[in-house]
């Protein structure tokens, strides 16, 4: 069912999914970037719904509370309270890796749809500590394609990591480009 509500989504938005062997990426610390819109959401959704990937992510916990809270439950979400600080997140997320073999994690490394200084660095630390490798998911709003551009082992270097990073995401273009910082760490 949701496979075939995916397929009718890109179909009539006009989009499609480049990804050649999806199981390569499960499982995995999934970057989404760039994150510019709410739009970023039902795409990301659709693309995972059709490689069949079973996908959880964090989300402000008021989404996953009240009526809509069974939908983005069901979606994957897992629901965080920004105002508890230190609720270690990381340890979820790699306790959740490390119990669940066919998972990816789906971490917007900006935190935010509005425009940062520098990424947050916890898909690094969760990669790393869970032993999995980080896939490089994104949207291109330009020639509206969704998919995947790579997918590594983190090798402990995290300034060389991250330019690897970096120079993968250097053409991809956002909904809302100006909200978008290439420059990563």
Not at 10 to 28: A, H, N, R
Not at 158 to 168: N, R, Y
Request: proline letters at 5%.
């Amino acid at each position: 069912m949701k496979k075939l509500c995916a397929q009718i989504f890109f179909f009539f938005s006009g989009w499609k999914l480049k990804v050649d062997d999806y199981q390569q990426y499960i499982p995995s610390v999934m970057i989404a970037a760039p994150h510019t819109s709410n739009w970023d959401f039902p795409f990301s959704l659709a693309a995972f719904w059709l490689m069949g990937i079973q996908v959880r992510y964090f989300i402000k916990d008021i989404y996953t509370k009240g009526p809509w809270g069974y939908f983005f439950r069901w979606t994957g979400a897992i629901g965080v309270d920004r105002s508890r600080k230190g609720l270690g997140l990381t340890d979820y997320a790699i306790s959740l890796l490390k119990s669940e073999k066919d998972l990816v994690i789906l971490v917007p490394a900006e935190g935010t749809r509005t425009r940062v200084e520098k990424w947050r660095t916890g898909f690094y630390t969760i990669a790393t500590e869970a032993k999995v490798p980080i896939s490089l998911g994104y949207l291109d709003y330009k020639i509206k394609e969704a998919g995947i551009l790579d997918c590594f082992a983190p090798s402990g270097v995290f300034e060389e990591d991250m330019k690897h990073i970096q120079a993968f995401y250097t053409s991809i273009h956002g909904k809302f480009p100006e909200k978008y910082n290439p420059k990563i760490y």
